[in-house]
C-alpha cells in the first residue's frame, strides 16, 4: 500500500489552456495517506474521472506530478502502477467460473496456487459468494457480475491502491446498501489505500475516512465526514452535503451580530465588519421552532410544507423572501405561529462563498 501525494496537478484536454476555465482539473496539492479510504464526491463534471485515471495512469495530467510514497508515477502507465481497479461497468469473463474470474488477477501475476486458493476462498466469503463459486459468470445477473468484479478488484494484497469507479452504479438499492457497508468493513480489515468515485453523498460518506468534495475541476473541502457535516469550507459542501443541504440566508455582520429578514441573530464568535457577499449558514438539524408568543426572539416564519420522513419530518419554511428547512423529530409539535431560532454553536459565516473564520470572544 502506498500514500499517494498529488503535487501542483493540473489537467486540460485542449492544447494551450490559457485561462482557468481551459482546465478540466484546477491546481491540486492533496495527500491521501497510506491505507486510507477516500472518497471523491461531487456533481457530474466535475473531474472526478479525470483526477481518478490521472492517479491509476491513464491519463497524464498537463502539470504537476504524482508520487506514490516517494516514487514519482506521474509518466507511469497503468499497467506498471501496480494498482487495481473497479468501473462503473462489470468487467468479468463469462466463459470462467466465479472463483477462476477471482483468481485471475492471481494467476496473471504468476501467484502461488496454494496461496490463490486461500485468497479466493477469503473473497467469495467476504464478499458473500461462495454459494456461486463454480457457476459460469455468463448466466449471472449484471449486479451479481460487479460484485465479482469488486471481487476482483480486491483480491491482490500487494497493490498501492484500489480505485472505483462509481461501482455500485448498476447494483440494485437492496443489495447497494449492503454492499457499501460490506466494502466499508472490508476496507477497514485490509487497510489498504482505496479511492472511491462517486456523486452520491450517502455511498461516499459511508464508505470514506476522508471525502474530497469537487466542484468545477477544484477540491473545495477534504475533510472527514464530521467535517464536511458541521463546518463546510465553501457553500457548495454545505448545500451538497446532508439531506436536506445547509440553509443559507444572506446577511449583513458587525462583530458578533448578523443581521438576517431585519433580524439581529447572536452569534458565538465576533467577525468585525466583513465586506463581500455575506452568507449565514445553518443546517436544517439546528434550526428549532417556537410558538411566537412564548418567545421574544427569532425569526418569524410561515410554514410553506411538511415531509414526514418516518422518525423526523422536514418542514419548509419561508422568512421574508428566504425558503429555508428545520428537521425536526417527528413527535415534536409545529407551533401555530412559529418564530425560528438557530444553535449558536452551529452557525457559520461565509464571505464570497467560502467559510469566514470568527475570533472568539471573552
Ligand atoms: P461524471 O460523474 O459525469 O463522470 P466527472 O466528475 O467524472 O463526471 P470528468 O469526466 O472528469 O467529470 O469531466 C471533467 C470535465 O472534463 C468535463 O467538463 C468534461 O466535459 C471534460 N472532459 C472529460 N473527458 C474529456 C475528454 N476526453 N476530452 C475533452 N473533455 C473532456
Same mark, same amino acid.
Given at each position: ?20 476555465? =481551459?482546465?478540466?482539473?484546477? &491546481? ?5 495517506? =497510506? ?22 495512469? !491513464? ?5 504537476? &506530478? ?89 483480491? &491482490? ?5 484500489? !480505485? ?19 466494502? &466499508? ?14 456523486? =452520491? *453523498? ?38 451538497? %452535503? $446532508? ?21 439581529? %441573530? ?5 467577525? $468585525? ?24 426572539? $427569532? ?33 415534536? *409539535? ?8 438557530? =444553535?449558536?454553536?452551529? %452557525?457559520? %459565516? ?13
Amino acid at each position: 500500500m502506498a500514500k499517494i501525494v498529488l503535487e501542483n496537478l493540473a489537467h486540460a484536454y485542449g492544447d494551450n489552456p490559457q485561462q482557468e476555465s =481551459d482546465y478540466a482539473l484546477k &491546481r491540486i496539492n492533496y495527500v491521501w495517506n =497510506d491505507g486510507e479510504a477516500c472518497a471523491l464526491l461531487g456533481p457530474s463534471g466535475c473531474g472526478k474521472t479525470t483526477l481518478l485515471n490521472i492517479i491509476s495512469g !491513464l491519463l497524464e495530467p498537463s502539470e504537476g &506530478r504524482v508520487y506514490f510514497d516517494d516514487t514519482d508515477v506521474t509518466h507511469v502507465p497503468t499497467k506498471d502502477k501496480n494498482i487495481a481497479q473497479v468501473f462503473q461497468f462489470p468487467v468479468v469473463y463469462d466463459t470462467m467460473t466465479v472463483a477462476q474470474n477471482l483468481a485471475f488477477p492471481l494467476v496473471n501475476r504468476g501467484f502461488d496456487q496454494a496461496k490463490i486458493i486461500l485468497r479466493v476462498e477469503e473473497i467469495l466469503d467476504l464478499l458473500d459468494l461462495r454459494h456461486m463459486a463454480n457457476m459460469k459468470a455468463k448466466g449471472l445477473t449484471a449486479d451479481q457480475k460487479q460484485k465479482i468484479s469488486l471481487g476482483r478488484g480486491l483480491v &491482490r494484497q500487494d497493490v498501492n491502491a484500489v !480505485l472505483f469507479d462509481e461501482p455500485l452504479t448498476v447494483i440494485d438499492p437492496l443489495m447497494k446498501w449492503e454492499l457499501r457497508s460490506q466494502l &466499508r468493513a472490508l476496507q477497514k480489515k485490509v487497510g489498504q489505500t482505496m479511492i472511491y468515485v462517486t456523486h =452520491d *453523498q450517502i455511498e461516499a460518506l459511508t464508505f470514506a475516512d476522508r471525502i474530497a468534495v469537487m466542484l468545477d475541476g477544484a477540491i473545495l473541502q477534504f475533510g472527514t465526514p464530521k467535517e464536511l457535516f458541521e463546518r463546510p469550507s465553501h457553500t457548495f459542501v454545505g448545500y451538497f %452535503i $446532508g439531506s436536506p443541504g445547509m440553509n443559507f440566508f444572506p446577511c449583513e455582520i458587525k462583530d458578533s451580530t448578523a443581521t438576517v429578514v431585519g433580524q439581529n %441573530i447572536d452569534l458565538k464568535d465576533s467577525y $468585525g465588519a466583513p465586506i463581500g457577499k455575506l452568507e449565514l449558514g445553518i443546517r436544517p438539524e439546528f434550526v428549532s421552532l417556537h410558538e411566537r408568543a412564548h418567545q421574544s426572539d $427569532g425569526l418569524p416564519v410561515v410554514v410553506e410544507s411538511v415531509e414526514h420522513l418516518g422518525r423526523n419530518k422536514i418542514v419548509r419554511l419561508l422568512a421574508g423572501e428566504s425558503k429555508f428547512s428545520a428537521l425536526l423529530s417527528e413527535r415534536t *409539535q409545529i407551533p401555530k405561529d412559529p418564530v425560528a431560532q438557530f =444553535d449558536a454553536n452551529r %452557525i457559520c %459565516i461565509y464571505q464570497d462563498s467560502f467559510i469566514l473564520e470568527g475570533e472568539a470572544q471573552p
